[in-house]
């Protein structure tokens, strides 16, 4: 081992993840595979950890780990993937606001469902396969099974 070399655990505590959380990252191929020593532990650059303070950056904004892979594969390629990254953040942002909407209008129809408890129960009872609010009140959805 060099000094510029870390193994898994001094990887680990200064990226502040988990040993594990490494090992999958490189089994999926968002890192690459490390080194070993001739004790087969794995040796790791000391960048590793910038890599993988990244890694946790981005996930928290809600890239994917099959996006931080392509993100970092353009990069290892001599590339800035800053273009790609913006692309993936308008992607993000029009996802975001459709479940928004989405969560808006589902609030909306479980309001709706609490207000109009009392009144489904006198007109229903226990007249139900299960429970006679949720089924007077919510219609299937289309492709639900």
Known sequence: MTRN????GTLAKQAGVNPKTIRYYEAVG???PAQRG???YRLYPKETAELLQFITKAKALGFTLSEIKDI???RRQGHQ???HVRSLVEEKIVALDQMLADFATL?????R??????EQAKHHGSKGVV???IEGELPPSRGSR
């Open 113 to 118: 469902l609490l207000v109009g408890w009392k």
């Open 107 to 111: 609030r909306k129809r479980l309001k």
């Open 81 to 83: 993937p800053c273009a």
């Open 30 to 32: 968002v890192l690459p």
């Open 72 to 74: 970092v594969g353009v």
């Open 131 to 133: 429970c006679p609010h």
């Open 38 to 40: 001739e004790n087969r």
């Open 5 to 8: 070399q870390l193994f898994i």
